[in-house]
């Protein structure tokens, strides 16, 4: 190119250069222009994009990482978080006493879900570590009774404390119940069987205590039950209790007790919502199942002690920190027999003939995500709120046994329902009078079925957590016995309150003894009558003054009429609203739907007389269901 040309080319570019507007010229220019939201919106989507692309960038890294981590190290983790809670209640019993509530949700929650190999052996770990933890409290020595002295002022140590309580508050030796810490690895071979369990399940003599060799209790090395020394001063009796009502334990009689108890007293009772009978059982029990927790309408509970699922945080929300937690067991042969005939309509039961049919089958039958079949395999074990369907046997046993202690107090034993009594009685510092009771809510005989030897083991085999939570708790129960009232004393109690007990019958009732229900006169006396059992009551003996006759009425009536009427007592007004605007309490529509689908001929069979006779029982049972009965929740 000449150079000439080169020039012109050059001059010209450094004329548009000069020429150019300068950059904040230009910038006022877009800024003005009709296009310039344009301009904006395309820079803040430019700045939103590249905002974007470094959060995904940054987020996909974190990802990295966390995965890495979970897979390594998180699941064991929260297995040992768990698992440390339970440690953690278990060791620090004393900063425990700070805390309202256990951390025990999750604990439960991890129990009741599927397992892995992997959880299997973390869990046999810990359930190790957690056996050899040693208890802060008191350590059973063998052979020898328990006792701690309580100096003056010195609050004793106490499972559920935290702060001084009324008790506590008050100088001198008091007397305590606690609850000394125990192995859950139970030796069976030691273990005191009821006489009666696997013969006929007659209630047990008061002989029968005397014959416990102390030597074979000693063998073990239970929860024991530690009368503190109160010198001088008379114990005050507890009033703040929970009650865990298993089902078909004898627990309505128990029930009727701690009813009785509050009642003549005004103490007030946890009850269910709504004016159910129960506390939306099966569900896991939750605070706002309790009339008056919600609204706060109610500044303190007393007692506890409808049906629930025990969810130990949600009770401690209700209850004081003092309260006193107790249950009561019951052989699970017996039991199988009676929830067998109790609770047919349920879809395990429903299509079995007998309850041999049923354990035949069951292993390959049984559908636990059935609703209401869980009455028909560890029952026990669900009423506390563990896994009732859980493989590992041995682990679930370990783990349900360990936290009931931690939970409770005391355990009884329906089998030696006197005996219970008695325990029950000087743990709580109550008189006699206050736990005699009428048998309640028991079957006519019509409807019970002697059990052979071979289906006795069937029942062991098929309820195998309940059966050895019953044994160890059979073992703790005798040794709770010797340790806090003495076999020879306990001899003497038992023959005292069965003498009181005969005296009231005189007294009260008129045919001497319980009836069918179609032979009770007053419909507001009448239990409920239920699948294919045959529930007895009582009738008053007439002409009884007003006071004894309202006394003998409080020892016979049976559960629900007197849940309903203490409802009353307590929410007046809640009670007349729900009469008026609902005259029927929420029924457990799918129970008493499959109480109904069972069969007249199933019930023909399970009454197991001639079809005649049979008919008539079933249809005596369901012309005396009373309009009271109809009204209310399956108990
Ligand atoms: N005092 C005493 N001693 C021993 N056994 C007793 C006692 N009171 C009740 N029972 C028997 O307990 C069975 C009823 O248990 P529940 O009241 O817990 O049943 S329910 O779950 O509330 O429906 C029921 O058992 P079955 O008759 O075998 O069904 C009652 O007979």
């Given at each position: 190119m000449p150079s000439l040309q080169r020039k012109a080319i050059m001059d010209r570019a450094l004329y548009f250069w000069k020429s150019t507007l300068p950059w904040s010229t230009r910038l006022k220019g877009v800024l003005c222009s009709p296009t310039r939201f344009l301009w904006v919106a395309l820079m803040l989507l430019t700045v939103l994009c590249v905002a974007v692309q470094i959060l995904g960038v940054t987020r996909q890294s974190r990802n990295e990482v966390l995965k890495e981590f979970a897979n390594d190290k998180l699941f064991s983790m929260r297995f040992t978080i768990a698992f440390q809670n339970t440690l953690t209640t278990t060791q620090r019993a004393t900063e425990r006493q700070q805390s309202n509530h256990v951390p025990l949700i999750q604990y439960i929650q991890h129990l009741n879900q599927g397992t892995t190999l992997r959880r299997e052996r973390?869990?046999?770990?810990?359930?190790?570590?957690?056996?050899?933890?040693?208890?802060?409290?008191?350590?059973?020595?063998?052979?020898?009774?328990?006792?701690?002295?309580?100096?003056?002022?010195?609050?004793?140590?106490?499972?559920?404390?935290?702060?001084?309580?009324?008790?506590?508050?008050?100088?001198?030796?008091?007397?305590?119940?606690?609850?000394?810490?125990?192995?859950?690895?139970?030796?069976?071979?030691?273990?005191?069987?009821?006489?009666?369990?696997?013969?006929?399940?007659?209630?047990?003599?008061?002989?029968?205590?005397?014959?416990?060799?102390?030597?074979?209790?000693?063998?073990?090395?239970?929860?024991?039950?530690?009368?503190?020394?109160r010198g001088t001063t008379s114990c005050r009796p507890k009033t703040h209790i929970v009650f865990l009502k298993t089902h078909k334990t004898a627990s309505s009689t128990i029930l009727n007790i701690l009813y009785r108890y509050g009642d003549s007293r005004n103490l007030t009772f946890a009850l269910p919502s709504n004016r159910h009978s129960q506390l939306f059982y099966p569900l896991y029990f939750a605070a706002h199942f309790v009339?008056?927790?919600?609204?706060?309408?109610?500044?303190?509970?007393?007692?506890?002690?409808?049906?629930?699922?025990?969810?130990?945080?949600?009770?401690?929300?209700?209850?004081?920190?003092?309260?006193?937690?107790?249950?009561?067991?019951?052989?699970?042969?017996?039991?199988?027999?009676?929830?067998?005939?109790?609770?047919?309509?349920?879809?395990?039961?429903?299509?079995?003939?007998?309850?041999d049919d049923f354990l035949n089958n069951a292993w390959q039958s049984y559908n636990k995500s059935q609703s209401n079949n869980h009455y028909g395999k560890n029952l026990l074990t669900f009423d506390f709120g563990f896994n009732n369907t859980a493989i590992d046997i041995e682990r679930q046993t370990n783990l349900s046994i360990s936290m009931i202690e931690q939970n409770f107090h005391l355990i009884l034993m329906s089998e030696y329902f006197d005996e219970s009594m008695i325990l029950l009685k000087t743990a709580l510092c109550w008189s006699l009078d206050d736990v005699v009771s009428f048998k309640l809510n028991s079957r006519s005989n019509r409807t019970r079925h002697e059990l052979s030897p071979e289906t006795m083991e069937k029942i062991k085999e098929w309820n195998a957590l309940d059966w050895r939570i019953?044994?160890?708790?059979?073992?703790?129960?005798?040794?709770?016995?010797?340790?806090?009232?003495?076999?020879?004393?306990?001899?003497?109690?038992?023959?005292?309150?069965?003498?009181?007990?005969?005296?009231?019958?005189?007294?009260?009732?008129r045919e001497g003894g319980a009836v069918d229900p179609?032979?009770?006169?007053?419909?507001?006396?009448?239990?409920?009558?239920?699948?294919?059992?045959?529930?007895?009551?009582?009738?008053?003996?007439?002409?009884?003054?007003?006071?004894?006759?309202?006394?003998?009425?409080?020892?016979?009536?049976?559960?629900?009429?007197?849940?309903?009427?203490?409802?009353?007592?307590?929410?007046?007004?809640?009670?007349?609203?729900?009469?008026?605007?609902?005259?029927?309490?929420?029924?457990?529509?799918?129970?008493?739907?499959?109480?109904?689908?069972?069969?007249?001929?199933?019930?023909?069979?399970?009454?197991?007389?001639?079809?005649?006779?049979?008919?008539?029982?079933?249809?005596?049972?369901?012309?005396?269901?009373?309009?009271?009965?109809?009204?209310?929740?399956?108990?």
């Open positions: 973390h869990n046999q770990q810990s359930a190790k570590r957690t056996r050899n933890i040693p208890h802060l409290e008191v350590q059973p020595q063998r052979g020898r009774a328990l006792s701690v002295r309580v100096p003056n002022g010195t609050p004793p140590p106490r499972r559920h404390v935290s702060k001084a309580t009324k008790e506590q508050r008050q100088p001198g030796l008091r007397s305590q119940v606690l609850l000394a810490r125990k192995s859950p690895s139970v030796a069976l071979t030691a273990l005191h069987l009821p006489s009666t369990a696997d013969a006929g399940f007659a209630a047990v003599k008061p002989a029968a205590i005397a014959a416990v060799k102390p030597a074979a209790i000693a063998a073990v090395n239970p929860t024991a039950i530690v009368t503190v020394d009339e008056g927790f919600r609204s706060k309408a109610v500044k303190e509970y007393d007692i506890m002690c409808n049906h629930m699922r025990f969810m130990p945080s949600e009770v401690k929300k209700v209850m004081p920190e003092d309260t006193f937690y107790f249950s009561i067991l019951r052989n699970p042969v017996p039991m199988m027999e009676s929830i067998f005939t109790y609770y047919k309509g349920i879809p395990a039961f429903h299509k079995a003939r007998t309850l019953y044994l160890h708790f059979n073992t703790t129960f005798w040794r709770m016995v010797e340790e806090t009232v003495g076999l020879e004393n306990m001899r003497l109690e038992v023959a005292r309150l069965q003498e009181r007990r005969k005296q009231l019958m005189k007294t009260c009732v179609s032979q009770v006169k007053d419909s507001a006396l009448k239990p409920f009558q239920y699948g294919a059992a045959v529930i007895q009551g009582y009738n008053l003996n007439p002409g009884l003054d007003n006071a004894t006759k309202k006394h003998c009425q409080d020892l016979i009536t049976p559960e629900l009429q007197y849940t309903a009427a203490l409802y009353n007592k307590q929410f007046p007004e809640l009670a007349a609203k729900l009469g008026s605007s609902k005259k029927q309490p929420v029924l457990k529509k799918t129970m008493a739907w499959e109480a109904r689908r069972t069969s007249e001929r199933e019930r023909q069979s399970l009454l197991g007389s001639p079809r005649n006779q049979a008919r008539s029982a079933y249809q005596n049972a369901l012309s005396n269901r009373t309009a009271a009965n109809r009204l209310q929740n399956v108990p």
